[in-house]
């Protein structure tokens, strides 16, 4: 957990464990150089008594001789509270955990410590035991987790209340620890007395274990599916594309999670996925695919026939209407490409180039101003050699352009005819015959 020279942050709230965490890790400050600070997260619920709890955190911190930090945070009002709240429990965890790693962050804070017990341990499990959770739930608390380390989770709450009274150091109780309304108040004082007294006096431990089992299960999946994230997602930090039949070749869990990896990729920071986000994550997989993104937070997720994206939280910049006076260079930066026209004088024997990036016109059939844009609903164009006009919706299927892209391939209009789907297929328009004198060429190029 520490390597020793670190700058650590401790959560102090105030309660047993905090206080015992923080007593601790003051203690091993000097042999391990570590360079700590106490924060203490003020949510602004409980009025007089988290003032209290505040005001007793500072006053442990100076006794510590511990820089202090107070973070003010506000939970979302009824009105603001989206799709994604996940009850007053969640929602304040979730805003205490974005101040803690701001305040990490602006201290170049490597490690933020918590007071999670044993017994903490223990009601996680169940608790997520009885609220159906997977492998992933039932490993409960990691010991270490990205910056947030856990240095007393194998210490029980009565063991970390004797140290208190033998160091004869106070700490602070929040009533709040004994409402009936939270289910983890609940599992505290009524279901584990009730195991440890009809079952097993050391169900603690027992569910520790078996935590450990569930998370060690995770790690591995965990590392298998990056691994097969690397062989079959192409892209880069801004978006992943997957190949869906090499996906689902996979093991339904491995796939699920390979998916889990690749958004995590695009927002590190984003929400937890929790059971509802895994169910959505598999509905991708299945048949019929949905066919609206599915949105993990920051990820926006699609699939589109034998393909699917994973990327940020909106759709990639379409192509945007432009007037384009020929011949010349036409630059289409939100898609990295261009456009270049140059006219020729039509020799004997000329014949069109066999690439898919290049097109001619008969210039002379073809006004000096073109125009480019991205389709429109019921859109059609005539496609050269074609049977005859299609709708451009289901050329684009048939060629094999996901969903995400269609938009972003550009369009060239003459006269408000679609004379080009660029890079695709040439409209019927303005063909190079023998009687053709000038010779428009178009090319597409990446920028």
């Not at 006096?201 to 990056?226: N, Y």
């Not at 050329?395 to 996901?402: E, K, R, T, W, Y």
Request: aromatic share 4%; with cysteine; glycine share 10%.
């Amino acid at each position: 957990m520490l390597r020793g020279g670190e700058t650590v942050l401790v959560a102090l709230s105030g309660g047993a464990d905090s206080v015992a965490l923080t007593d601790v890790l003051a203690a091993l400050a000097v042999s391990l150089s570590l360079r700590l600070h106490a924060v203490h997260v003020h949510h602004g619920l409980r009025g007089a008594d988290a003032d209290r709890d505040a005001d007793f955190s500072r006053a442990l911190a100076a006794r510590l001789g511990l820089p202090f930090h107070l973070e003010r945070v506000a939970l979302p009002a009824p009105g603001e509270r989206g799709s994604a709240w996940e009850g007053l429990e969640g929602e304040a965890r979730r805003v205490r955990h974005a101040a803690l790693v701001a305040r990490a962050t602006a201290l170049g804070a490597g490690r933020i410590a918590t007071g999670h017990t044993a017994d903490d341990q223990a009601e996680t499990v169940l608790m997520r035991l009885l609220q159906g959770a997977g492998p992933r739930g039932l490993g409960g608390i990691a010991p270490v987790r990205g910056a947030y380390v856990r240095p007393l989770l194998e210490c029980r709450r009565a063991a970390i209340e004797a140290h208190l009274a033998a160091r004869g150091l106070p700490w602070v109780e929040d009533a709040t620890n004994r409402d009936p309304a939270f289910l983890r108040n609940r599992i505290r004082h009524d279901l584990l007395p009730f195991l440890a007294a009809r079952w097993d006096a050391d169900v603690v431990a027992a569910l520790g274990r078996g935590a450990a089992v569930a998370r060690a299960l995770v790690d591995d999946l965990e590392r298998v599916a990056e691994t097969a994230l690397d062989r079959l997602a192409a892209g880069d930090a801004a978006a992943l594309v997957i190949d869906v039949p090499a996906l689902r070749a996979l093991p339904e869990d491995l796939a699920a999670e390979v998916l889990r990896r690749a958004a995590l990729r695009i927002s590190p920071r984003g929400p937890a996925l929790r059971a509802a986000a895994e169910r959505a994550l598999r509905r991708l997989l299945a048949e019929p695919a949905p066919r609206r993104p599915v949105r993990l937070g920051r990820v926006r997720i699609e699939r589109s026939g034998r393909r699917l994206r994973v990327g940020g939280p909106h759709a990639p910049a379409p192509v945007a209407d432009r007037a384009w006076d020929v011949p010349g260079r036409l630059a289409l930066p939100e898609i990295g490409r261009a456009l270049e026209a140059r006219e020729l004088a039509a020799a004997p024997g000329y014949r069109p180039p066999r690439d898919p990036s290049v097109v001619v016109f008969d210039a002379d059939c073809l006004p000096a101003r073109l125009a480019v844009r991205a389709r429109r609903a019921g859109d059609r164009f005539t496609p050269f050699g074609g049977p005859g006009v299609r709708r451009l919706k289901s050329f684009l299927i048939d060629a094999g352009v996901p969903r995400w892209e269609r938009a972003r391939v550009p369009l060239l209009e003459a006269g408000g005819e679609i004379v080009w789907v660029v890079g695709l297929r040439r409209g019927g328009a303005a063909p190079v015959t023998a009687d053709t004198r000038r010779i428009l060429e178009v090319t597409v190029r990446e920028m």
